[in-house]
């Protein structure tokens, strides 16, 4: 019963994380992101689903402190991670910040990790199916949102910012950079690992549905990045059939018909002017680029002292207003020197790098992928420098869908039969 619970509540846990936004939360009148409420409101749904789970799972086996040091011999990286977060808090707790920021958007994916090893393949299949469901339900609303005209909820920045006429769809996960994000990490897994959906004639199809509505959702480099590597990964595979590697001839065929579909789509589609607006987008960013200027020419105004450890809140929040940047700092490390300082956004990104080393250790190979596309949308947005679950999300999309494989090695047998000794020779 302990084992159902624990997979019932990171099944939660899940669906709550693809589907359960800032902006829905704010919507029901629960003070996530706005000013106001208690300290429970602040908390997303995620996080006390994985809590409970994760609680249940350290006292399964009426050893809590074992189950403890068990978890962390098997992943000593995380130590150093959670050490980095810890000096994080103490800043935050000295300075009266609020620490609720810290916890789900860097907690959260390691109390996640560390619950999920621990399930058996039978227990994670739920949370698999969990994830295909969740996602291609935000891409149909994605859709919706993008020809409707119409949004499912507000788009809410925090600090009861809320933007209003934005044409980007953003569907269950609460803003457009975030769904495209998710979407194009989606795309990325369906890509690299077949099995995720093993009759071809079904995930051709999907990854092509999947990757239209990037154009919806609005995420130029989400859609730019997926279809680098799309590309590359399509030379290489161009390059072992030069070489004499053999495919099967059912799959060109396959290929072909697909590549002259996807193009007549396209045609059709810029025809019409369904994508107009993201095309548009790509050459009038509506001063996004300008932004991202501004981020450099903020740091400035600060002295050695506030670069290193952090300066003022009130300061800090003045002079975004003053350069335009209301709607956050478009960059991870940029922002995190802003709130943090050097010295903590260095811990940080130490203790984020050795988090990634144990998770792309129980991976294959394909998530290097999705860490690329981590990577990019860091530099390139507010990402996770801000209060939200995308790390959660990306994680969650490595551990469940590009686990590492096992090999399984065939059993000993004896050679001619049963196994006699040889006798000794006096």
């Given amino acids: 019963m302990i084992d159902g619970a624990i997979v019932g509540l990171l099944l939660l846990a899940v669906i709550s994380i693809f589907t359960i936004s800032s902006a829905m939360l704010t919507d029901w009148k629960i003070h996530y992101l706005t000013t106001g409420g208690n300290v429970l409101e602040k908390f997303h749904p995620a996080t006390y689903f994985t809590g409970l789970a994760f609680v249940l799972l350290l006292i399964r086996n009426g050893d809590p402190i074992g189950a403890i040091n068990r978890m962390f011999a098997e992943a000593k990286l995380l130590l150093i991670y959670l ?85 980007r769809s953003s569907a269950l996960l609460g803003h457009p950079l975030t769904a495209s994000g998710v979407v194009a990490a989606y795309i990325l897994a369906l890509i690299l690992r077949p099995s995720l959906c093993p009759w071809r004639a079904l995930r051709l199809p999907l990854i092509g549905f999947c990757l239209a509505s990037l154009m919806a959702f609005g995420g130029r480099t989400a859609l730019i990045t997926v279809l680098v590597i799309s590309s590359v990964l399509a030379c290489v595979q161009v390059f072992r059939i030069l070489r004499g590697g053999r495919i099967p001839l059912l799959l060109v065929a396959m290929a072909i018909c697909v590549v002259f579909a996807a193009g007549a789509c396209i045609v059709v589609a810029l025809d019409l002017g369904i994508f107009d607006k993201m095309l548009v987008r790509f050459g009038s960013d509506h001063g996004s680029t300008l932004a991202r200027y501004a981020t450099f020419a903020l740091l400035s105004h600060f002295d050695w002292h506030e670069l290193i450890l952090g300066p003022d809140p009130v300061r800090a929040s003045a002079l975004q207003t003053a350069y335009g940047l209301n709607y956050g700092i478009e960059d991870f490390w940029i922002s995190c020197i802003v709130q943090f300082g050097l010295v903590h956004t260095v811990l940080l990104s130490i203790g984020l790098a050795a988090f990634f080393v144990e998770v792309l250790q129980r991976a294959s190979g394909a998530a290097w992928a999705i860490v690329v596309l981590i990577l990019i949308v860091a530099v390139s947005s507010v990402s996770f420098s801000s209060k939200n679950i995308q790390l959660a999300q990306f994680v969650l999309l490595i551990t469940l869908l590009l686990p590492r494989t096992r090999q399984r090695v065939a059993p000993v047998r004896a050679i001619g039969g049963r196994y006699r000794p040889a006798p000794m020779s006096v």
């Fill in 83 to 167: 050490f980095c977060w810890f000096l994080l808090l103490l800043q935050m707790l000295a300075l009266e910040r609020p620490f609720t920021v810290i916890i789900d958007t860097f907690l959260l994916p390691v109390m996640l990790c560390l619950s999920i090893w621990y399930l058996s393949p039978a227990q994670r299949r739920p949370l698999i199916w969990a994830i295909h469901f969740a996602i291609l339900l935000n891409v149909i609303l994605g859709y919706y949102e993008y020809f409707s005209g119409h949004r499912l909820f507000e788009l809410n920045l925090g600090a009861n910012l809320i933007v209003h006429g934005e044409w």
